[in-house]
């Protein structure tokens, strides 16, 4: 049971480079997300799937895509990365409102 | 105004102190209320949680909650050094979405 998996651990861009962010759980739960993680401005929500085939902004969505692909699978795109998206990210899954399961993190600088 | 606010740190307490880490939250339709811990280079896990106010116990963690006041705390008794990390308070009015706080870095010395 490997729980919530991320890849890649590392990723380093150049401004305007295009990437997708690859999240896998294998608990069945049905919502996944997306966060990004700076300093001084904590967890912030990307976006979030409620169930497969279902996806919503969340607090910070402009300049990222993402795709349920199947109940597993969320992914995350960056079409055009900026140096403003330099962030460590972290895909989640719950099957309660009181626990989210994470993953352990790209990160990802853009120069 | 945040909708949680949380003091960075960091806090540094000697092995064995009682530590006490909080947050203040502006918003009343808040329900939940979650402790996550952090390590360096870690994604974040679960501690514990409480729905609505009071109190509740694991171990040598208790989580308090008091709505009256909109303030949420973590107390840890009997500190070790495998305690130092970041911890993150979150909160949700019951929906998926959560509201983090920006996390308090707490290192316990031997």
């Known amino acids: 049971n490997a729980g919530v998996t991320q890849t890649p651990k590392f990723q380093v861009l150049k401004t305007g480079q295009s990437m997708t962010l690859q999240c896998a759980q294998d608990?069945?739960?049905?919502?996944m997300y997306w966060y990004r993680q700076d300093p001084g401005m904590g967890l912030r929500l990307i976006y979030y799937?409620?169930?497969?085939?279902?996806?919503d902004k969340g607090e910070v969505p402009n300049g990222y895509n993402v795709s349920r692909l199947n109940k597993r699978e969320f992914s995350l795109r960056l079409e055009s990365a900026a140096p403003s998206q330099t962030s460590v990210y972290f895909c989640a899954s719950s099957k309660t409102v009181y626990e989210q399961y994470f993953g352990p993190g790209t990160r990802l600088t853009v120069t | 105004q945040k909708e949680v606010e949380q003091d960075p740190g960091p806090l540094s307490v000697p092995e064995g102190a009682i530590v006490s880490l909080n947050c203040t939250y502006s918003?009343?339709?808040?329900?939940?209320f979650m402790w996550y811990r952090q390590y360096s280079r870690k994604g974040p896990e679960l501690l514990m949680y409480t729905y609505s106010s009071g109190n509740k116990e694991d171990g040598r963690f208790t989580a308090q909650v008091d709505k009256s006041s909109k303030y949420i705390s973590l107390f840890i008794r009997d500190s070790q050094p495998s305690d130092s990390a970041t911890y993150l308070c979150?909160?949700?009015?019951?929906?998926?979405?959560?509201?983090f706080g920006t996390g308090t870095r707490l290192k316990v010395l031997a």
């Open positions: 979150a909160t949700t009015s019951g929906t998926y979405k959560y509201i």
């Open positions: 918003n009343s339709a808040f329900q939940y």
């Open positions: 608990m069945n739960h049905n919502s």
């Open positions: 799937s409620a169930s497969e085939g279902t996806t």
